[in-house]
């Protein structure tokens, strides 16, 4: 079933036409899939989370989303890491670096009434892992923190083989 918000179609059972498993895209872990094919230009559902003013109050920056208020302003929101209740959180990026995963973005993020919402870009088929754009800085800003932490892990390594 489907029902209108802003003129947006808006699935109102999301868990209904998706499911979680293993993702296609290599070390990310789980992910959505589609269990029926969904419509371009379908709101999946609202992003479920906590809005937040301070970005040095975040809990868990991998799932945070950042964007614009009506009346707040510039805002993030610390999701509720659940697929029960936020199966959205779950919906893997694409990374633009790697040119085989170019073509799979499939929804993307938009605010309707002060609500961040997945929409779908394109048709998705029965079978089809839904693929968001988490943003270019995303992907530079892992592999930051993924240096970081080889250079620490190395420094303990030597650390202990120099005792």
């Known amino acids: 079933m489907i029902h209108k918000i802003n003129n947006h179609d808006c699935l109102n ?3 209904d036409h998706i499911e979680l498993k293993k993702s296609n895209i290599e070390n990310a872990g789980l992910g959505v899939f589609a269990r029926t094919d969904i419509p371009s230009d379908t709101l999946l559902g609202w992003y479920r989370g906590q809005i937040i003013e301070g970005e040095d109050l975040l809990i868990d920056k991998d799932y945070s989303w950042s964007y614009t208020h ?3 302003g510039k805002v993030r929101i610390e999701p509720v ?3 029960p209740a936020n199966p959205l959180c779950y919906v893997n990026g694409v990374n633009w670096e790697e040119i085989e995963q170019q ?3 499939n929804c993307k993020m ?3 009434n002060n609500r961040l919402y997945y929409i779908t870009i394109k048709e998705i088929k029965k079978g089809t892992e839904l693929i968001v754009d988490y943003g270019k800085k995303y ?3 892992r592999k930051i923190i993924q240096i970081q932490k080889d250079a620490k892990q190395q420094i303990k390594t030597k650390s202990r083989s120099s005792n």
């Open 139 to 141: 992907f530079r800003f």
């Open 110 to 112: 938009i605010t309707v």
């Open 81 to 83: 890491v659940s697929y």
């Open 70 to 72: 009506s009346y707040l």
């Open 103 to 105: 073509d799979l973005q």
């Open 13 to 15: 059972e999301l868990h």
